[in-house]
């Protein structure tokens, strides 16, 4: 489990998890900057029907970081999630997921 997950913020807004070395929308070089890894669940649902990079059934939360920010990331495909709940954010082969 990491303790403190890192993503880049642009000035233009885009924050990125994993951390890239040039923004995706304006190729500008964004900051690293510290993001934690407590979050709390807005929603989640499961995804009977994904593409073939991914299992089904696919859970999907979206998420909200201390500082406001909201993220989408991949849940177990249980979806024992709740809303409300204070989640731990796990980075594993460049995918954010909820507690795994
Ligand atoms: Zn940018």
């Known amino acids: 489990m990491t ?3 890192k993503a880049s913020k642009c000035s233009c807004g885009k ?3 994993p951390p890239v070395e040039f923004c995706s929308l304006c190729d500008a070089r964004p900051e690293l900057v510290d993001i934690g890894s407590s979050a709390i669940v807005l929603s989640f649902t ?3 029907v994904t593409t073939s990079e991914f ?4 859970g999907i939360a ?3 970081l201390k500082d406001g920010t909201r993220l989408m990331c ?3 495909s249980d979806c024992n ?3 409300g709940d204070r989640i731990t954010l796990t980075l594993k082969d460049n995918r954010l997921y909820t507690d795994l």
Do not use: F, G, M, Q
């Not at 299992?55 to 696919?58: C, G, I, R, T, V």
């Open 3 to 5: 303790d403190k997950l």
């Open 15 to 17: 924050i990125s998890i």
């Open 46 to 48: 499961r995804l009977h």
């Open 55 to 58: 299992d089904a059934p696919l």
């Open 62 to 64: 979206l998420v909200e």
């Open 74 to 76: 991949n849940a177990n």
């Open 81 to 83: 999630l709740n809303i």
